[in-house]
């Protein structure tokens, strides 16, 4: 019995050692790769999606900002770091830092005690660069009132307000308001969703047919069985046909073919006469491929704020309650979309020098 439990004792043990050295071996090469780059000028894009995080949102928001780092930052080399690889090689990513280079955090909906894998990785680069600028881009902010996240609140403020040069974008109004008070040590800002970035999806020869319902399937939806049921109902009552799809997909998405995938994705999007949503991106998608959308509330301030970007379009509705839902959908079917808003020249195009001051 005592040698069975030495031998699961030592094999235990060596596993573990032998871990640490594939890492520091893994970290080796990595730090091999990329040292040539340590007293180069470069843009450091990190905590952006790995492939196996196929959520369509968050690659079109890493096809976006690395489009706009692209445009605004020429001289600089670009180097992106998504989040497996942060956790995997962060050892030899600051040895090729120097004070000077600029780190951009990726954009999203996990700045907050949900989303604790992502603001885990945002602590460790703001903890570990001081000296650094450091920009996080549009987040949606949620701390949720639990204990758990009372504590991971008090955390994340600990970490950020002791930074020397930390920008914080957040996505809507009511986080902004949250990171105003989080966050009194740092520069706060309002900003929309990256993705706006992008040019309007443009194809005159798709044939608009069916309602595309796009909802989500996680712990962030609001929309049950029996609503959904509602939904469906809604849409035949008004003698239309529909097609159900979800951002997350079930492939992995590989950084070659973000664009492609976006591409795919913003053409399904284009061929559907109205669009039925309670993510954020189906709706910022609608927006690109100027389709009638109508927007659902979900468990959080994510899409009920970040909808407010889109008041001056007349083909972007918003339901709070269900029941207004067959009248909206008439009106959206209907409507001949307009009021275009230019996201590039209003919002992004004194971007730079926003941040860079």
Known sequence: ??????????KTSLGSFLKKIYKKFLNTIFYLKFR??????????????????SNMGDHAQAVAITKWLKDNFDGYVL?????????????????????????????????????????NARRLIIQNFPENKVISLPQTIFFSDTPRGRKELEITKNIYNKHKDLTIFARDEYSFRLAKEYFPKCKVMLFPDFVLYLEPYTD???????????????????????????IIKSIKNADEDYDEYDTILNRYILKKDREEELHIALRYFK?????????????????????????LKTADHKLTESVKWFRKL????????YSELPQKISKALNVVPGGNIEWKRVYFDNLKEKIIG
């Open 1 to 10: 019995m005592i040698a069975f439990a030495f031998e699961k004792i030592s």
């Open 36 to 53: 040539k780059y340590k007293n180069i000028k470069k843009i450091i894009y990190a905590i952006s999606p790995s492939p196996n995080l």
């Open 79 to 119: 180097l992106e770091f998504n989040k497996d690889e942060i956790y995997r090689y962060f050892i030899s990513i600051k040895k090729i830092v120097s004070n000077e280079d600029l780190i951009f955090l990726q954009s999203g909906g996990n700045l907050g005690d949900r989303g604790i894998w992502s603001e």
């Open 204 to 230: 005159s020869g798709i044939k608009r047919e069916k309602v595309l319902l796009c909802l989500r399937r996680d712990n962030e939806s609001s929309v049950d069985k029996e609503t959904k049921d509602y």
């Open 271 to 295: 061929q559907h006469k109205l669009v039925i949503t309670d993510r954020l991106h189906g709706t910022i998608f609608s927006v690109i491929t100027n389709t009638p959308c109508i927007a």
């Open 314 to 321: 007349n083909y972007v509705f918003y339901v709070d309650k």
